[in-house]
């Protein structure tokens, strides 16, 4: 399934209403992510090790009303989500719970949806962008990276190895 840019709308959202069908596209697509990444899911106390597994729809409507909360819409579906965590006065922010719901995989949803993350950034003046990727998670690293991430620095922690990657937002320079 390949979706036109054209038919998709990035929305910052605004709406809790929202929240149950946003967490639930998350975790669909953080299960999928570490799948993919081959990591590790349960600690001993029964939690997840990724954080956004651990979320709730409180989590949510708080992130909505105190962060960007951003998606890409098909049809009044979501497809997409993520979260800035934005420092206005230093020019950065961090992109967070990056996420693509696990039946667009293999579409062309992700690279839309980042294209627009990143445009909206700018809009925004942000002079740089933050991500931490798992480092064995090959597909979503070659997609950063082809949006002109760079590697920032490895985090070697427990229970896997992660990267941060940045973008420079700055117009022109990449």
């Known amino acids: 399934m390949w979706i036109n840019p054209n038919d998709v709308q990035f929305v910052l959202v605004r709406n809790g209403e929202d929240s149950e069908m946003l967490l639930d596209l998350m975790k669909r697509a953080m299960m999928f992510y570490a799948q993919e990444a081959q990591l590790p899911l349960y600690r001993r106390d029964g939690t997840y090790y990724l954080p956004a597994l651990n979320e709730t729809r409180g989590d949510i409507l708080w992130a909505i009303e105190n962060e960007e909360f951003l998606a890409l819409s098909y049809h009044n579906q979501y497809l997409a989500t993520c979260r800035l965590v934005s420092d206005y006065k230093r020019g ?58 760079m590697l920032y620095s490895i985090n070697d922690g427990h229970p896997y190895p992660k990267v941060c990657l940045i973008k420079d937002l700055q117009r022109g320079l990449f």
């Open 92 to 149: 950065k922010s961090l992109l967070t719970r990056y996420s693509v719901h696990p039946k667009l995989y293999k579409t062309n949803i992700a690279e839309i949806f980042l294209d627009r993350v990143i445009a909206y950034a700018r809009k925004q003046g942000l002079q740089e962008l933050y991500v931490y990727i798992a480092q064995s998670h090959k597909p979503l690293m070659d997609l950063f990276k082809s949006r002109n991430f």
